[in-house]
């Protein structure tokens, strides 16, 4: 049967006219895209830190927040993203997240001081919290799920490409050009981008008619709660009023969003009785530890390269891309296996093999380590995570009807990315314990440990993914 003949058979939508054709080629390249740009400004910031403190003369707590205002804004509000498009349209919002986040990335890069720079950082992580958990939405709705391993193993490569090339492109412009320049690189690809997401992609609704906005305001709350904690524990300690206050009202917000969408809510946002299916549940507690792992310990091995082995932060992106560019390489086909034999072994592979490089990276952090001997454990940690993306976003989207399927990949969302959040926080927590950055010597001896921590959470999530259901039993 033609797409043609497909689409004539596509009921029409109360008074609206029937939807173009899904046009699977443009959907994968315009969602990928849009994962990339999102995935990329998590990193691409880091390496622009010395030249940002020295154009603004810019405190400790200011650089920390161009990064943390992004990553929480981002963790906070992708659930409330998902909903707006499943309630008002997932091309409309992905157009709409699209046009805010590249016109933050362009007050980024005309910011004249730190606090223009955190505001426009803020806004542009409200972008990113729409665009992503789309992308995942419209793959889901564009493909039938036999297909879908395939297609979310392209988005898996390329948003980890976002993560490979933050390191490198951020030192690369930085020392070629300016700071201003990691910003404004988004710009002309987000104005590229508007017009062909407007024409190609296929409107699709989720199944609510109304949104929920008292589970969206508690849901927010939340999560902005359990994210604050862990971004201010660093400076303000785990036992300070602030961060044990914020970590109480978050739980407690949740709590009571729970409550709500089980109970009070006519239209919930989140349908809790997904989390009986352990496809589901399996699928995004992997997601929130694999994150932990892989974004912890990416926080320490960027600093390692440079602080532990001398190498400019170009030099130290280049070298760690045999790590970070490996899901674009084994994401594609592990997304397609994953079809094939269900995503189970592909979640409990890839989080023993990321879990076995760091360990063994961790085992070779010691002074006077050649970069020949780290080579081995970081392509076993890459090709390990590169298993987990799309098997994890395969899992989640093929556990709930396509209705949901927005919804469940802004669950997925949240949680990777307070896992990131807590897995930065338990490694400075652990490198603060064990080292310092006194001397070479002090750093080493705290990331060591730190980047242990970081396999034993990679470990911990394979014991989760122990727990999936076979693909026998899924079907």
Not at 113 to 122: E, H, K, M, P, W
Not at 151 to 158: P, T, Y
């Amino acid at each position: 049967m033609t797409e043609a003949t497909e689409a004539l058979e596509v009921p029409l939508r109360e008074t609206h006219a029937p939807p173009a054709p899904p046009h699977r080629v443009w959907t994968v390249a315009l969602a990928g895209l849009g994962a990339l740009l999102c995935a990329l400004d998590i990193v691409v910031v880091s390496t622009a830190l010395p030249a940002l403190q020295a154009d603004f003369g810019a405190s400790l707590s200011e650089l920390e927040w161009t990064i943390n205002a992004y990553n929480l804004v981002f963790a906070c509000l992708t659930l409330t993203g998902a909903a707006l498009g499943d309630r008002f349209g997932r091309r409309r919002m992905y157009v709409t997240g699209l046009a805010v986040f590249t016109l933050a990335s362009a007050a980024a890069g005309l910011a004249g001081d730190s606090g223009q720079l955190i505001a426009a950082r803020v806004v542009q992580g409200a972008g990113a919290a729409v665009l992503l958990p789309l992308t995942l939405t419209l793959i889901s709705e564009a493909f039938p799920a036999e297909k879908r391993g395939v297609a979310i193993g392209v988005w898996g490569g390329v948003t980890g490409l976002g993560v490979a090339a933050g390191p490198v492109l951020g030192g690369a412009v930085t020392e070629g050009l300016s700071w201003q320049w990691i910003f404004w690189l988004n710009v002309p690809l987000g104005l590229v981008m508007l017009p062909l997401a407007a024409r190609k992609l296929t409107e699709s609704f989720g199944p609510r008619p109304q949104l929920d906005i008292v589970g969206l305001v508690l849901a927010a709350v939340g999560l902005t709660g359990l994210a604050w904690a862990p971004v201010r524990a660093p400076e303000a300690g785990w036992g300070s009023v602030e961060v044990l206050a914020t970590l109480a009202v978050g739980i407690a917000f949740v709590a009571a969003f729970l409550r709500w969408e089980h109970k009070g809510a006519r239209y919930p946002m989140l349908r809790l009785a997904h989390f009986k299916d352990r496809r589901f549940s399996t699928a995004n507690a992997a997601a929130f530890l694999g994150f932990a792992s892989l974004i912890g310990a990416l926080f320490m091995i960027t600093q390692f390269f440079q602080t532990g082995l001398g190498y400019d932060p170009l030099e130290a992106g280049v070298r760690i891309l045999v790590w970070t560019a490996t899901p674009l390489l084994i994401s594609p086909v592990a997304g397609a296996l994953a079809d094939r034999y269900g995503t189970r072994p592909f979640m409990l592979a890839g989080l023993l093999l990321q879990g076995i490089g760091l360990a063994l990276l961790a085992w070779r952090v010691e002074p006077g380590v050649g970069y020949d001997s780290l080579v081995g454990p970081l392509i076993v940690a890459g090709v390990g995570i590169s298993m987990v993306f799309p098997s994890v976003a395969n899992a989640v989207t093929s556990a709930v009807p396509l209705g949901d399927a927005g919804v469940a990949a802004g669950v997925n969302n949240a949680l990777r990315e307070l896992g990131g959040v807590f897995g930065v926080a338990v490694a400075a927590a652990i490198f603060t314990t064990y080292g310092g950055y006194g001397s070479r010597t002090d750093f080493l001896d705290g990331c060591g440990p730190a980047l242990w921590a970081a396999a034993g959470i990679a470990a911990v999530g394979a014991v989760v993914a122990v727990f999936a259901p076979s693909r026998a039993a899924a079907e």
